[in-house]
């Protein structure tokens, strides 16, 4: 069982950064491959970055890349998602997501077993 929290959300202006940080509990979390997804009112909650839980491989929506990067810490038992040249579209709620063993980075939110209850970002424009 892992538990997750995120933090670092927050009101920011269009072209800002964010960082946000999800910690889990249990002493297994360098075995966890971690997501990244988010969800805007009245949208589907959408794929953002991955991570392996071998930290070798990455996956990122084409939305995002050259903006975001995902990035874990396992001594900490956390994973971060830096936010740059935020756009007023990158608006939801941001939700990290771990999954056991996940061979790699996976874009579909099914091998997730384990989800946080999400942060707000909001971008103004």
């Known amino acids: 069982q892992v538990q997750l929290v995120e933090s670092g959300g927050g009101l920011v202006q269009a072209g800002g950064s964010l960082r946000l940080s999800c910690a889990a509990s249990?002493?297994?979390?360098?075995?966890?491959?971690m997501g990244w997804f988010r969800q805007a009112p009245g949208k589907e909650r959408e794929f953002v970055a991955a991570?392996?839980?071998?930290?070798?491989?990455?996956a990122y929506a084409d939305s995002v890349k050259g903006r975001f990067t995902i990035s874990r810490d396992n001594a900490k038992n956390t994973v971060y998602l830096q936010m740059n040249s935020l756009k007023a579209e990158d608006t939801a709620t941001y939700y990290c997501?771990?999954?056991?063993?996940?061979?790699?980075?996976?874009?579909?939110?099914?091998?997730?077993?384990?989800w946080g209850q999400g942060t707000q970002v909001t971008v103004s424009s």
């Open positions: 997501a771990a999954g056991w063993l996940v061979s790699k980075p996976r874009t579909d939110p099914s091998p997730y077993a384990y």
């Open positions: 249990g002493r297994t979390f360098s075995t966890y491959t």
């Open positions: 991570l392996s839980w071998s930290g070798s491989s990455t």
